[in-house]
């Protein structure tokens, strides 16, 4: 199967390793890399794990219909206020026939319903386990383990930037400092702000109630507040007591209809929500016959986002 990569960053060039790590079992080959500054590479005969991308960017359509991919993975920094450029990229790959791979949270969290059907129509899959916790199975787990199940609800600590930040300023640390510990990690957004203020665990938050719960939003409808208030200090006064804080993620359903949340909330640090320390994510469905099943992904990292990836493609070239 041939794939063409949108995107090659940390989370792009991790994902190529792997796919000629296992080239032997799953010989899936990248015919092109497009990238927006950084320039673009096309061999149909597949590309080196680690390719130099010496040829101009050409247009999103003309690189798609060169790289003659039966498959678009699209790994592009996130807008969460948006989801732009990914929707349109998407859309794109639709068009051509193409099935669709990502790891970008932003066209799930903005357009999953029409996504979804764009999808359909063109009779080609569109999967996005990686958006949300590194590739740790969430939709898939709800899609083939929990048949007949309805999701009520669910709450977590999805963003670990904040994580990382807050642990650092607990040691005494600024935030700054904390934010720069979380960007040797790899695992800030392009701009951080996006984790400090609460958007990327919005756009995770919203991406998950479409999908799970049907919900229909977009970050930009959840009432969300984020770390940058934080303070050493505070957290010490905190910690005296035996609490700590995290970003939590949260939704329900209720008569009205479905209550999202994303917010820096004051735990006991016996709270199972707690528990993800450093990189690690939680997340915590409440369902009506499986009562509450968890996923706890401990200290994942880019590698993990690209298995993420590399399981949906495996998914694909089983079911396509």
């Known amino acids: 199967m041939k794939l063409a990569l949108i995107g090659f960053g940390r989370v792009g060039r991790a994902f190529a390793r792997l796919l000629h790590a296992q080239r032997a079992a799953y010989p899936f080959r990248i015919t092109g890399i497009l990238t927006a500054r950084h320039g673009a590479a096309v061999d149909e005969r597949g590309l080196d794990p680690d390719p130099v991308l010496r040829l101009p960017s050409p247009s999103l359509e003309e690189f798609l219909d060169r790289s003659k991919a039966e498959v678009m993975v699209e790994v592009t920094p996130l807008d969460p206020l948006t989801g732009e450029p990914a929707i349109s990229h998407i859309r794109a790959a639709f068009a051509r026939r193409m099935h669709v791979v990502t790891a970008n949270k932003g066209p799930i969290a903005h357009a999953w319903q029409a996504l979804k059907r764009e999808a359909e129509a063109a009779g080609v899959q569109f999967r996005f386990e990686a958006t949300v916790m590194d590739g740790a199975p969430v939709f898939n787990l709800v899609r083939y383990s929990l048949p007949a199940v309805r999701i009520l609800g669910f709450t977590g600590v999805l963003n670990s930037t904040t994580t990382v930040v807050i642990e650092a300023m607990e040691r005494g640390c600024t935030l700054e400092e904390g934010v720069e510990q979380a960007r040797r990690l790899g695992i800030t957004e392009a701009d951080a702000r996006y984790d400090l203020d609460g958007w990327d665990a919005a756009a ?23 770390i940058a208030r934080l303070t050493p200090e505070r957290l010490a006064e905190l910690n005296r007591k035996g609490k700590t804080v995290r970003l939590v ?5 209720t008569a009205r209809g479905i209550s999202l949340r994303v917010r820096a909330e004051v735990l006991p640090r016996t709270d199972p929500l707690a528990l993800a320390r450093g990189t690690s994510n939680l997340l915590l469905l409440r369902t009506d016959l499986m009562r509450t099943v968890g996923v706890l992904s401990l200290e994942p990292g880019v590698e993990q986002t690209a298995y993420g990836l590399f399981s949906d493609v495996v998914a694909i070239a089983r079911e396509a």
């Open 204 to 226: 995770k938050t919203a991406a998950l109630a479409n999908v799970l719960m049907d919900a229909n939003v977009t970050p930009l409808q959840i009432p969300t507040k984020g």
């Open 249 to 253: 993620s949260r939704a329900r359903r």
